[in-house]
């Protein structure tokens, strides 16, 4: 009997590779999500260290101070921009993976198919091969006696 070969083979094979780039395009973007998040977080931290203490101030210190706040006001704007880029990464390629790992499942599912199949067809061919060889012997026997 001839051995058992998946038809599209070489494509699972292609489907596993897509779907391992995509698995590290998807930890690389929660990697950059996480880095984002982090980011944010340290901007609005320094925004709440630089705020003014109260008092009395020269108008210099008191420009000098709010442009400084301004600062930190653009700083955060543009972290949160940051963040809202890299989780759309993330969720895009979220998607392409779990696409790509369902075409690998699916591949997957029918060489579990075939391979079933081919097993079936081997094993009945080996059966009829079997039965043939005891009807011979049989009829060999019947006719010696």
């Given at each position: 009997?001839?051995k058992?070969?998946?038809?599209?083979?070489?494509?699972?094979r292609?489907?596993?590779?897509?779907?391992?780039?995509a698995?590290?395009s998807?930890?690389e973007?929660?990697?950059?999500?996480?880095?984002?998040?982090a980011?944010?977080?340290?901007?609005?931290?320094?925004?709440?260290?630089?705020?003014?203490a109260?008092?009395?101030?020269?108008?210099?210190?008191?420009h000098?101070?709010?442009?400084?706040?301004?600062?930190?006001?653009?700083?955060v704007?543009?972290?949160?921009?940051?963040?809202?880029?890299?989780?759309?990464?993330?969720?895009?390629?979220?998607?392409d993976w779990?696409?790509?790992a369902?075409?690998?499942?699916?591949?997957?599912?029918?060489?579990?198919?075939?391979?079933?199949?081919?097993?079936?067809?081997?094993?009945?061919?080996?059966?009829?091969?079997?039965?043939e060889?005891?009807?011979?012997?049989?009829?060999?026997?019947?006719?010696r006696?």
């Open positions: 009997m001839k058992y070969k998946f038809a599209f083979g070489s494509v699972q292609v489907q596993r590779i897509a779907e391992e780039q698995a590290v998807l930890a973007a929660q990697r950059a999500a996480d880095a984002a998040s980011q944010l977080q340290a901007r609005l931290a320094d925004i709440g260290a630089a705020r003014p109260p008092g009395p101030r020269s108008t210099t210190e008191f000098a101070q709010r442009e400084h706040l301004d600062r930190h006001r653009v700083a704007t543009a972290a949160r921009a940051a963040e809202i880029n890299a989780l759309e990464l993330l969720g895009s390629a979220r998607a779990v696409d790509a369902r075409k690998v499942r699916a591949l997957d599912r029918l060489d579990e198919r075939k391979r079933a199949e081919w097993t079936l067809e081997t094993t009945h061919a080996a059966q009829l091969v079997t039965d060889i005891a009807t011979i012997r049989y009829k060999t026997e019947q006719d006696t």
